[in-house]
């Protein structure tokens, strides 16, 4: 299994990012963005769980928006209004937990390598 992210990059206050996650090998139960800010815990930001339901941050409510490509096994993270307080590496996971895990790192057995976001004030 891999998982192969990109789309990072640096962007303005306000503005948008799409984050792009292929993934190898089979297909999983849940597929989920976190991130990791410099000096912070990886966080959740978003997750799809049994292909339809979709689960958000708070912080990532309105703004961000999870989506899959089933045939191309191919996750997205559609970022708008993008905030400095965003800026951080975005890692994509997938695996197979339980609904309480789903939102939690350890809900999650693959990861992808990171890429970078970063928001300029």
């Known amino acids: 299994v891999q998982l192969q992210a990109s789309g990072g990059g640096l962007v303005q206050a306000g503005g948008s990012l799409r984050l792009t996650c292929a993934v190898s090998g089979r297909t999983f139960r849940s597929y989920g963005w976190f991130r990791q800010a410099p000096g912070k815990e990886r966080e959740f930001v978003a997750c799809?769980?049994?292909?339809?339901?979709?689960y958000y941050t708070d912080s990532a409510k309105g703004r961000f928006t999870i989506s899959r490509d089933n045939a191309k096994n191919t996750l997205y993270l559609e970022m708008n209004s993008l905030k400095p307080e965003d800026t951080a590496v975005y890692y994509c996971a997938a695996g197979d937990p339980i609904i309480s895990y789903a939102s939690a790192s350890e809900g999650y057995r693959h990861w992808g390598q990171g890429t970078q976001v970063t928001v300029s004030s």
């Open positions: 799809i769980f049994d292909r339809t339901r979709k």
